[in-house]
């Protein structure tokens, strides 16, 4: 009996190859804790290159809209809580 594929009772090609068993680690696996550790700060150093950094101006610009969101935030929750407040003590007391 066969499939739009092949016949089921002969697997496929890729089925046949021999299964060999990788070793662990690649080439990290061969250092030592401290050159793996040196490895982990190079490839930091390389990433903190890559990044864009954002100009001063852009820096002043983001700083004054997170503070003035987290000061948004305060006084909504702030009103949030006071209303709570008021009606757990009309409920309860």
């Known amino acids: 009996m066969t499939d739009a594929v092949g016949s089921i009772d002969t697997p496929d090609a890729e089925d046949?190859?021999?299964?060999?068993?990788?070793?662990?680690g690649g080439k990290r696996g061969k250092k030592g804790p401290f050159g793996?550790?040196?490895?982990?700060?190079?490839?930091?150093?390389?990433?903190?290159?890559?990044?864009?950094?954002?100009?001063?101006?852009?820096?002043?610009?983001y700083t004054t809209v997170v503070i003035i969101f987290v000061v948004?935030?305060?006084?909504?929750?702030?009103?949030?809580?006071y209303g709570f407040q008021e009606a757990v003590k009309y409920v309860f007391g």
């Open 36 to 61: 793996r550790l040196a490895l982990f700060y190079r490839q930091i150093v390389a990433e903190l290159r890559k990044v864009v950094w954002p100009s001063r101006n852009q820096l002043t610009t």
């Open 72 to 81: 948004i935030m305060i006084g909504l929750v702030t009103v949030i809580d």
């Open 16 to 24: 046949e190859a021999p299964q060999t068993k990788s070793r662990k």
